[in-house]
Structures are given as C-alpha cells and as structure tokens.
C-alpha cells in the first residue's frame, strides 16, 4: 500500500532520482584515509613514469617518443593525485582560481602541444621544449599553493638578477 501512495503521489519518481544522485554521491564521497591513499598512490605512479620516462630517454630511436609519453602521462597522474585531497570539483574551480588560471592554462596547454609535437608534428626538439615548459609551468601551478611562495621566489629572482 505504500508503494502504491508513493508511486501515486509522486514520490516514487523523486526517490529514484535522489537515490541516483546519493548513488553518485557515494561514489565520490571518500574517506581521509582512501583520500590520502589515492593520492599516494596517484603521485607514487606520477612520479614513477616520470623516472621511468628520463631512463628511456637515452633508447635509440623510440627513447624520445617513450620519455616524451611517460613524462606527460606522470605529469597528469601528479596533477590529479591532487584530486582525491580536494575532490574533483573543488580542485578544478581551484584550477580556475584567477591566481592559477594563466598557470593552469599553460601547463595543459603544454601537456596537448608536447604530444602534439612528438606524434603529429614528429618534432622531437619542440617536444623536448614544451616537455620543459610542463616543468616550469606546473612548477609554478604548484607554488600556488602555498601562501606567498611565487612572491617570495620573484624577490629571490630579482635580487639574483641585479
């Protein structure tokens, strides 16, 4: 009978659709301890295929090709290891945040042109730049993070440039 009283009211409906956003929701709801565990082990292969990719780098012929795809793919597993501290959503408006915007923009926009120039264009030194500038812009994604750290380095760089 209650099934019947709340198929005709209307609640029926409602309650499969909060029970697929509760499903949903479960689904990316984590505890502290999965959290920090996804991201140990998110970085731990980031940093894993970074290395792995600076050791292939010296293979004739294919060791550029298998750096430069090692090195990007350790970048994104780095950035999003930040994902399971913050949540997905949080960490992406925190991307386009307007201190990191230009900083994120950058950094993915090197991780595309890096591939683009080893598969596409098969310009292995344009490749090997843009592979330096995911360094350098996620580098300063990175300092983003910590309060007042880009103004403190900016003081060092211009105190070392006099």
Do not use: H
């Not at 499903?23 to 290395?51: D, I, M, P, Q, Y």
């Not at 780095?78 to 997905?88: Q, W």
């Not at 090997?128 to 060092?156: D, G, H, N, T």
């Amino acid at each position: 009978m209650d099934k019947l009283k709340s198929v005709l009211s209307g609640e029926e409906a409602r309650k499969d659709d909060r029970t697929v956003l509760e499903t949903v929701n479960e689904a990316s709801t984590l505890s502290w301890t999965t959290r920090v565990k996804g991201f140990v082990a998110c970085f731990v292969v980031g940093a894993a295929c970074t290395v792995v990719g600076v050791c292939l780098l010296f293979l004739p012929r294919i060791g550029i090709t298998l750096f430069i795809v090692f090195y990007t793919f350790g970048n994104l597993c780095a950035l999003g290891s930040t994902m399971f501290l913050m949540g997905p959503l949080k960490q992406l408006k925190k991307m386009c945040d307007k201190t990191r915007a230009l900083a994120t923009a950058i950094m993915i926009t090197c991780l595309v042109l890096t591939l683009c120039a080893a598969f596409w264009w098969k310009n292995f030194g344009l490749a090997l730049l843009f592979c330096i500038l995911q360094v350098l812009s996620f580098a300063w994604y990175s300092l983003s993070y910590i309060p007042f750290m880009r103004e403190a380095l900016m003081k060092i760089l211009a105190v070392c440039m006099k």
